[in-house]
């Protein structure tokens, strides 16, 4: 037994379930179990996740207990095995379907053509008994799991679609077996055995829930791709030489070697080497990333040409891929409030269903015509036949699982299904500025000499002041200079001025370099630079001057630059009718100037962290369902306060553990497609789930006879089995194809 206690989500595979009536159990089961805080059973995926401080294999237990069978998954299992497993079991419907179908055609033919002598009759008195025996062994063989189902949900007090098979196809048999007995006190009419209906019952049921596990299968092919991405073995560096080991024994600070066209195993940082990287398969975006020495390289992602050297950050369960595929799974197995009532309805809907199919007997027994026990049962067992919910069961969480898998193969990675409901009913999206709408990498954007020094003199001694700063903007001077190759000069007496900039000493020279109110603050003249000020700030730039001993000689302007697709993707947005807000904690020129070459009218500048989720708040209050993307830590509150929080994948770890939705990707045209695909699912559990109500709500007045006395008609128990079956499997081939979906 595993006696480890967790914090996070333990998964569960269930083996055994067969309708919502079962997934109640199941959570019942593992609620009671002490220490567990929540449940969540995805009928879809068979599969149960708890969160709480609880033993994994006391969960199994309680699973067990309640009549179903439970083995706890890691997060990188072997996809294979479970693919197995499914193939297994589908055959194994299909060969209980065929020998369930089989001898229900014969009997049919028989009782067609006359083969089958009377009940009652000289041959018919050791016929009937012999096919009596042979229709009960090939029910328990084609039906035990079904029966055996019955029979512990009674003993659990619970009712589910196991209980109405057993109740239809256990009936329907002994029924046969009375008139086979006791022929000769009913009614000529009710001589009638129901040896085949029970048979094909089975034969319809087995084959739906066949191609159900089938359809079903595929759902889960976006996760089976990301485990499918981490290699089996690393090459790593250990005393000076090259060996190769498994995955699991790499080490955190280990030293990885990866040659080209090889996966890269776990998540690090490049120490040595260059190469350019295909990362696709986690971000949705297909043109390959150049890597270099100080680039993060992600677990599962494809090497293209260069052999690199880099250090493990991540190992296990904590590299990205894992934690992409935990998240996958949580998502599919949470449930939208549209799911909570589904499951609220299909928990009642069984022991309804049977008083309904006893009511019905009771009717046709009392008012029907002659038979009236024969019609009485035939109807009653239509009805229980009928009526099973597992349509009504699959039909969120299998468009759930579809849409989870679907974003995340786009790069769309999507924590619980409450986000995926309301995404597509964002009325108001709030958009963090710096590293959201623009790149969030300042660089420089250009160099002004105002004295007989050339513009690479300018930039090298801004570059050699800058190089003991810690202030955001001094990197990407640095940078500049260092992609100039220009070098550094020393510099003496340096002194930072927080809010203005800095000043030093460099050849005996006092360079002063930062804003205007540092050369307010110095007494350095600088108004006839002014409007040159201005106009760069109005581009969305941050100029600073450089003074020499008191003259400003120049000026060196940096910017974040716009993203390339934040336009378009802000008009999408807008025409969705979604109103657009950017908020950033910059100044009220710079964000403007950015805001407007987005696209984006309404402007919240110098914001605090604070105050963004308070200006959320402010507007649900008002009525607006709010979404909010950012990449920062202080991008956080507001992202947890939001209806739904969209964190750029590529910021900050804390922004993006206070998301609901992850874009593994910096562009902004997932946000539309995030809401695309929201729109797209909730139509399609919408489908599914009046579809599957109102075949239940149709169905089953038509199985109780209530067309009969209009217009003769009624429905036969076979008929009733393969509705059943195909219903399910329409809910779930209508929900794959959420799997095409385009944007």
Not at 116 to 128: H, M, N, V
Request: some cysteine.
């Amino acid at each position: 037994m595993n006696t480890e206690e967790h914090d996070d989500a333990i998964l569960l595979s269930i083996a055994g379930m067969r309708c919502a009536g079962c997934v109640s159990a199941v959570e019942s089961a593992l609620a009671a179990v002490a220490g567990v805080t929540s449940v969540s059973v995805n009928f879809a995926d068979h599969s149960a996740s708890v969160t709480g401080q609880v033993d994994a294999g006391l969960l199994a237990q309680a699973v067990k207990q309640a009549g179903y069978d439970a083995a706890v998954m890691e997060s990188l299992e072997d996809p294979s095995a479970q693919e197995g497993q499914e193939l297994l079991r589908y055959r194994q419907l299909l060969k209980k379907a065929g020998v369930a179908g089989g001898f229900g055609l014969l009997l049919m033919l028989g009782e067609h053509w006359q083969w089958l002598p009377e009940i009652g009759s000289e041959t018919g008195l050791w016929l009937w008994p012999e096919l009596a025996l042979i229709t009960l062994g090939i029910m328990l063989y084609s039906g035990w799991h079904y029966y055996s189902g019955a029979v512990k949900s009674l003993l659990l007090g619970q009712a589910n679609m196991d209980t109405l098979i057993a109740l239809g196809t256990g009936s329907a048999w002994l029924y046969s077996c009375i008139v086979i007995d006791y022929h000769a006190m009913l009614p000529s009419l009710a001589k009638n055995a129901y040896f085949e209906a029970a048979v094909v019952i089975l034969a319809f049921i087995n084959l739906g829930t066949a191609l159900e596990t089938r359809a079903r299968g595929k759902t889960s092919s976006a996760i089976r791709q990301l485990i499918g991405l981490q290699p089996r073995t690393a090459r790593v560096i250990r005393n000076g030489e090259e060996i190769d080991i498994a995955i699991e024994l790499v080490g955190l600070s280990e030293t990885v070697r990866v040659r080209p066209g090889e996966k890269i195993p776990v998540d690090g940082v490049l120490t040595e080497g260059h190469s350019s990287v295909d990362e696709s398969m986690l971000t949705g975006e297909p043109l390959p990333v150049e890597k270099s020495v100080g680039s993060k390289v992600v677990a599962g992602t494809f090497n293209q040409t260069g052999s690199f050297l880099f250090t493990a950050t991540r190992i296990g369960r904590d590299t990205a891929l894992a934690q992409i595929i935990k998240s996958v799974r949580q998502a599919q197995n949470s449930k939208p409030d549209i799911a909570r009532l589904a499951d609220k309805i299909s928990g009642v809907f069984v022991p309804i269903v049977v008083a309904i199919s006893v009511f019905t007997f009771i009717v046709w027994n009392v008012f029907g015509p002659e038979p009236s026990l024969g019609y009485a049962f035939a109807t009653a067992m239509t009805v229980l036949v009928i009526a099973c919910p597992c349509a009504l069961g699959l039909a969120t969480p299998i468009s759930i699982m579809v849409a989870v898998g679907r974003a995340a193969q786009a790069g769309i990675l999507i924590r619980n299904g409450d986000a995926l409901q309301t995404a597509g009913k964002l009325t108001c999206l709030v958009v963090d500025k710096t590293g959201t709408v623009t790149e969030g990498k300042p660089t420089v954007a250009s160099v002004e000499t105002m004295s007989d020094l050339s513009e690479d003199t300018l930039l090298q001694l801004a570059a050699s002041i800058e190089a003991a700063s810690e202030h955001p903007l001094a990197a990407s001077i640095v940078a500049a200079a260092e992609q100039k190759r220009l070098p550094l000069k020393t510099v003496t007496d340096f002194s930072a001025l927080a809010g203005f900039g800095v000043s030093a000493r460099c050849e005996g020279q006092r360079l002063l370099f930062g804003n205007k109110a540092l050369m307010d603050k110095e007494g350095v003249k600088f108004t006839r630079y002014n409007n040159k000020l201005e106009k760069l700030s109005a581009l969305g730039q941050t100029p600073m001057l450089l003074a020499v001993d008191d003259k400003v000689v120049g000026l060196v302007a940096v910017a974040d630059a716009l993203k390339k697709d934040s336009p378009a993707a802000i008009a999408q947005l807008q025409q969705l009718g979604i109103r657009i807000i950017m908020v950033t904690g910059d100044n009220q020129i710079t964000a403007h100037a950015i805001a407007k070459q987005a696209g984006i009218t309404e402007v919240n500048a110098q914001v605090l962290p604070q105050d963004k989720a308070a200006l959320i708040k402010a507007l649900q209050d008002q009525g607006e369902i709010v979404g909010m993307v950012g990449d920062g830590i202080n991008d956080a509150p507001a992202l947890a306060q939001a209806d739904v929080g969209l964190a750029i994948g590529t910021g900050t770890d804390v922004a993006i553990e206070s998301a609901d939705v992850v874009i593994l990707q910096g562009s902004l045209l997932k946000v539309p497609e995030t809401i695309a695909l929201s729109k797209a699912t909730v139509t399609n559990i919408r489908q599914n789930l009046t579809g599957a109500f109102f075949y239940n709500v149709l169905s089953i007045p038509v199985a109780a006879g209530l067309l009969y006395p209009f217009f003769g008609i009624l429905l036969n128990p076979m008929i009733a089995g393969a509705a059943m079956a195909m219903s399910s499997l329409t809910v779930v081939t209508n929900a794959n194809r959420l799997r095409w979906m385009k944007w």
